[in-house]
């Protein structure tokens, strides 16, 4: 295995030596890791004197400049995507790729000497800048960050240059011109820059620990990528493939023909069709049901660290008491009709929203949203069984009746994005990668309209007219 993974580190040097040789690389390159540290240690000197001269207090040291840091770290990665984006494109469409492609290294060798001599170049440059910028704010601030802030930082910006490079690398793979693997680089550079910005606002509320999180779940969508690289590279296809061409109406079909599959009716479809596609997703809603039942624990474990207020207290007797309920009862139906319809657009409109955002991290960024949902549930059960609610109690009072629904549904919306996740990184035997993503699409689609909403508008029912009545009468009695 060693050997093998030595020839693959010929491509890398015969890549990094074209790179160091290529002015129009090296150029930018040096002017963002050598200027722009610079720049933003001028920067951060003006704010923190600004602020100082208000009469400010000290915490923009501990705000402010490590924020810049990342960014000094994030901006160099971003020119290195190029070179990524050129790895594979760029050869194919000078025609030099053919010798390298008639080499006796095996497919795999090929990809990741590419893949990392693409990274060599952003973590080289992404560090170089940090070590400017360090020097440059401790020559003028005579600051620098704490040591667990600094690794954090450090393996932030490694984490990200991996996640750019190897989605980079996969494009370049599946495009046949540089233009083509540009355009395509945006569904890369957007979606860093947005988590860009969640990190910040970590950053400024000084949330440090979660940076970890953040950290642990990009290293899962890098190796999720560099495993779909791997699974779908073929040295036959680059060579074969003439033209980059969205054939819009042709997915469209297979679309139709998937999601219809045998079906002649309604009855069938909804009987046949989406029980193949619940069956097709038994490993996904194992794994889902087991996030559930984790996200409820870290709600919990979350409630306990929680200060006890007087506020929280108030809330925990008036939920043990049912005055909330017994308020809403007494609303008229047509209040109640539109709670109903309320409860169940938002949850679709969550779907939609975490379905989107699936389809750009591998079922990832979904997943964690209907975490976000389980993790609710656990801090407020939580906060009831500090304030003395017994937890059983709460949760069984105002969560049962329609969580039975919805639970279930969150459960199967997680298992369907986990499933379009996965297809993008399982090679499927006879199919092109857009062929079984269409495929795994489409059940997607089963069961969103066969199963999810009608739970959802079941449990938005329950939730209004069942839950608060069975949540009175066992706090009477309890």
Avoid at 351 to 364: D, I, K, M, N, T
Wanted: charged letters at 15%; proline letters at 4%; zero cysteines.
């Amino acid at each position: 295995m060693l050997e093998k993974l030595r020839l693959a580190l010929v491509i890398t040097r015969r890549e990094t030596r074209d790179q160091l040789r290529d002015w129009r690389i090296m150029v930018p390159l040096a002017l963002l890791t050598l200027f722009f540290p610079v720049l933003m240690d001028v920067t951060a000197q003006q704010i923190v004197g600004f602020v100082i001269k208000q009469g400010g207090a000290s915490i923009l040291y501990e705000r402010l400049i490590p924020f810049l840091l990342m960014v000094v770290g994030f901006f160099p990665i971003t020119v290195s995507l190029v070179i990524a984006l050129e790895s594979f494109a760029g050869e194919t469409e000078r025609r030099s790729i053919e010798p390298l492609l008639d080499s006796p290294l095996e497919d795999w060798q090929l990809y990741v000497g590419k893949l990392l001599a693409g990274m060599a170049a952003s973590i080289g440059a992404s560090y170089l800048g940090t070590i400017v910028y360090l020097i440059g704010l401790k020559l003028t601030l005579n600051w620098l960050p704490p040591p667990v802030l600094l690794v954090q930082i450090l393996i932030l910006s490694a984490v990200q240059a991996l996640v750019m490079v190897s989605g980079a690398v996969v494009v370049s793979t599946q495009t046949t011109s540089v233009r083509a693997a540009n355009l395509l680089s945006s569904f890369i550079i957007i979606p860093m820059a947005l988590l860009l910005q969640v990190e910040s606002v970590i950053m400024f509320w000084g949330l440090y620990d979660i940076l970890w999180w953040a950290i642990l779940g990009q290293i899962v969508l890098a190796g999720m990528l560099v495993r779909t690289g791997l699974a779908h590279f073929n040295r036959e296809e680059l060579l074969g493939r003439e033209l980059d061409a969205i054939d819009l109406g042709g997915s469209w079909r297979l679309f139709k023909k998937s999601f219809a599959g045998q079906a002649r009716s309604f009855g069938y479809w909804y009987l046949q069709e989406v029980k193949l596609a619940l069956g097709r997703l038994r490993l996904p809603i194992a794994f889902m049901a087991l996030i559930t039942l984790v996200g409820v624990w870290m709600g919990m474990d979350i409630a306990y660290k929680i200060p006890l207020t007087q506020g929280v207290y108030q809330w925990a007797k008036t939920a043990q008491d049912g005055m909330m309920l017994e308020s809403f009862l007494k609303s008229n139906g047509l209040l109640m009709l539109m709670s109903v319809l309320f409860i169940w657009l938002n949850n679709l409109k969550s779907v939609l929203l975490l379905s989107f955002l699936a389809f750009f991290s591998f079922g990832v960024a979904g997943v964690i949203g209907l975490m976000v949902t389980l993790v609710v549930l656990g801090v407020l059960t939580g906060v009831a069984a500090q304030a003395g609610i017994s937890p059983v109690l709460f949760a069984t009072a105002y969560f049962l009746p329609h969580g039975l629904l919805e639970v279930p549904a969150i459960v199967i919306t997680g298992a369907a994005l986990l499933r379009l996740g996965t297809t993008l990184v399982t090679p499927a035997k006879g199919q092109t990668i857009g062929e079984a993503f269409i495929h795994a699409l489409a059940d997607w689609a089963k069961v969103i309209l066969g199963v999810v909403i009608p739970l959802f508008f079941l449990a938005a029912w329950v939730e209004v007219l069942i839950t608060p009545r069975f949540a009175i009468a066992l706090l009477s009695i309890w």
